[in-house]
């Protein structure tokens, strides 16, 4: 050890020796080593020194060379610490008498809070419930003037305990039944501010919302499920939402995120509307999820088990009309199946007042099976009963 530095020798091979440092600093100028030789450092790599031996006039250059390596270490570690230092100056000055109880700008012009939406899972829709889940990252992107700053760097990428520390939207959704922010392993928030004041705010959500339906056509109808957001407190007045990317490319649904076993997503649109209300108006955002129902389960299930039925029904009519038992149970048989069928049909199905394309499919199918067993009955009673 020579002026407070430490060297491990690790390996002695060929006048060479490997040796590790035993602190953070290299302060060590040359040390000498058996048979007169001088230990020169040729490489300094994550806290491992090579050194070599010299003889003669090399103490000199050995000398030259491990006090630039000595430098070199010293300014990189003063380089780290300062500039963290300066990005710690920058957070407390931004927050230095800032007041997150009002909005940017306020009482002068307009806040414009962009938004867009990436879906990461779409699905289950629910029938019965007329609701539907989804995952996504929900983006908002807006200029607060009071988080201006110069640095080092442009980019200032926080975690969500900054986001408690500064003003940020009060956006809901104002279909949503329920929602969930996830908070595993850490809440899943994204937080960035940029030189010119611009903040993006992302966050990763479960929504749970609801989807008007109307079944007249089920089950060849299809859907368009809306996702209604915006502010809650804020007027149109003082808070104006704008789609970040345009009407086409502000909410992005991936092909392997929509996997549904029941319906087709076959897209997405957006608009905007203004709301009146008693205590301003408001700017709605709304997404319109399109939705066309699949038939593969409903041939499956009920339109070719009706059909069967129906054509079993008319086996009965080349059955000898004298043969009553047969008949009979061909015909209350059929109807009590169709009976079935038609109860289990609705079971998938809200209970609505209506009658849906299924339900006059049911009703015809019944008719037909109906009515082979009603044309037995009068066929069998205007027969004349021979006497004996």
């Not at 069928?341 to 006059?360: G, Q």
Request: proline share 4%.
């Amino acid at each position: 050890r020579r002026r407070g530095t430490w060297l491990r020798v690790v390996d002695v091979r060929n006048c060479a020796l490997v040796a590790t440092r035993g602190d953070s600093s290299v302060r060590a100028s040359h040390h000498h080593v058996r048979r007169g030789g001088t230990m020169l450092i040729l490489k300094v790599d994550q806290g491992f020194l090579v050194v070599g031996c010299l003889r003669g006039m090399a103490p000199f250059f050995a000398y030259f060379l491990l006090s630039c390596v000595s430098t070199a270490w010293a300014n990189q570690h003063g380089d780290s610490s300062i500039y963290l230092d300066n990005i710690t100056r920058i957070l407390d000055r931004l927050l230095d008498g800032y007041d997150n109880r009002l909005r940017p700008g306020f009482g002068g012009p307009v806040t414009e809070v962009k938004t867009d939406i990436f879906v990461t899972s779409f699905g289950p829709v629910s029938d019965v419930e007329m609701e539907y889940t989804m995952d996504v990252f929900f983006r908002q992107t807006w200029i607060d003037e009071r988080l201006k700053f110069e640095g080092p760097i442009e980019i200032l990428r926080l975690n969500n305990l900054m986001v408690s520390k500064i003003w940020t939207p009060d956006t809901f959704f104002r279909n949503g039944k329920r929602s969930i922010s996830h908070n595993m392993t850490t809440p899943n928030k994204l937080f960035r501010i940029m030189q010119n004041g611009t903040i993006l705010y992302t966050m990763r959500l479960t929504i749970n919302a609801e989807c008007p339906m109307r079944l007249m056509n089920f089950p060849m109808d299809g859907h368009a499920c809306p996702l209604k957001f915006g502010s809650y407190a804020y007027p149109i007045s003082e808070i104006v939402y704008t789609w970040k990317k345009g009407p086409l490319s502000s909410v992005e649904v991936p092909q392997e995120s929509s996997s549904l076993l029941q319906y087709d997503l076959i897209g997405q649109t957006v608009s905007s509307e203004m709301l009146k209300s008693n205590t301003g108006d408001y700017v709605i955002m709304t997404v319109h999820f399109h939705l066309q129902r699949k038939m593969g389960f409903f041939l499956i299930q009920t339109y070719i088990p009706c059909i069967m039925t129906v054509i079993l029904a008319q086996v009965s009519f080349w059955i000898n009309k004298e043969s009553v038992p047969a008949r009979t149970v061909f015909g209350i048989t059929t109807v009590l199946t169709m009976t079935t069928l038609s109860i289990s049909a609705r079971h998938s199905l809200p209970k609505v007042s209506y009658a849906t394309a299924m339900d006059w499919f049911i009703a015809v199918c019944f008719a037909f099976v109906f009515s082979a067993l009603i044309e037995f009955a009068a066929s069998w009673g205007t027969t004349e009963t021979p006497r004996r």
